[in-house]
């Protein structure tokens, strides 16, 4: 699937409305008792909205709304049935883009700087996907972004519900950022981030902030959970700072250690266990 059509299916989910229920179709005739043959064929199979979602397009949730809307064909038939399974050999198409069975792949990277977080840029700037390029065959994404000068961890998978969860706001996934600002917090400033922040027009949630221990007063971590686009940054020019540097150093529990900048790796089986008990 080219990375055109599964950026669409992803910003599609967004504004299509999946609070909208799709309506289920239930059959409540008994099957008969001496023909098992259709019940054990209709369990077989991958439910639809699962294989979508695990060939990265979107969450289960979002696949829903999509195979309502008629965006999804099977062997060239228009498919709106939420419960179709899919069997080996059903050729599924997203959108006119062939979908594929992958292996689910994790891969953690320390961003350096001047890398934009976008699977291509048709100004020629260079992406993270070029650091990652021979991390595996399967067509990964990053969860979430940081901005070209923002460095630190950032997480690929093709797990569509996964980077779902981790991205939701609800979920609380916590982001701790080390700052490096043009002249020093003061301590009054310090105490206004403990508090109140409202930023453009909307309350920033800033779940622990201080100075870096053993670092000069410009140095701060603070930990939010808000995906706000340059959100960090905000914060600080509310008050009237400037970010020279900024680094991501945790993310949903995972850490840098042992992971030198512009390097990425896999998740350990623990890693990737904490994150799906988020």
Not at 56 to 68: L, N, Q
Not at 238 to 255: C, E, M, S, W
Request: with cysteine; charged share 30%.
């Amino acid at each position: 699937m080219n990375s055109k059509n599964s950026s669409r299916g992803r910003q599609a989910g967004g504004n299509s409305n999946p609070h909208n229920k799709p309506q289920f179709k239930k059959n409540f005739k008994k099957s008969k008792p001496n023909n098992t043959k259709p019940q054990q064929e209709e369990k077989s199979g991958i439910r639809l909205n699962k294989y979508i979602a695990n060939a990265g397009v979107c969450s289960r949730r979002e696949a829903d709304t999509f195979i309502e809307h008629g965006s999804v064909t099977i062997n060239s038939n228009l498919v709106t049935e939420m419960g179709y399974r899919v069997q080996p050999g059903d050729e599924v198409r997203f959108d006119g883009t062939l979908l594929s069975m992958e292996k689910k792949r994790y891969i953690l990277l320390n961003k350096p700087k001047n890398y934009i977080t976008t699977m291509e840029d048709d100004r020629g700037r260079k992406t993270v996907m070029e650091l990652i390029a021979n991390a595996t065959s399967e067509r990964i994404y990053p969860v979430g972004r940081l901005d070209r000068n923002t460095t630190g961890l950032l997480l690929f998978t093709n797990d569509g519900e996964l980077a779902k969860k981790l991205t939701h706001p609800k979920h609380n996934v916590r982001k701790l950022y080390q700052a490096t600002l043009d002249r020093k917090l003061t301590l009054a400033d310090l105490e206004k981030l403990r508090g109140d922040v409202v930023i453009e027009g909307r309350k920033v949630f800033i779940d622990a902030v201080s100075y870096v221990e053993g670092g000069k007063k410009n140095e701060v971590g603070i930990e939010i959970h808000s995906g706000r686009n340059r959100i960090v940054r905000k914060i600080f020019e509310h008050f009237g700072y400037n970010v020279t540097k900024l680094d991501r150093v945790i993310f949903a529990g995972l850490t840098k250690k042992n992971l030198p900048r512009g390097r990425w790796r896999e998740l350990t089986n623990l890693e990737l266990n904490n994150l799906h008990m988020i």
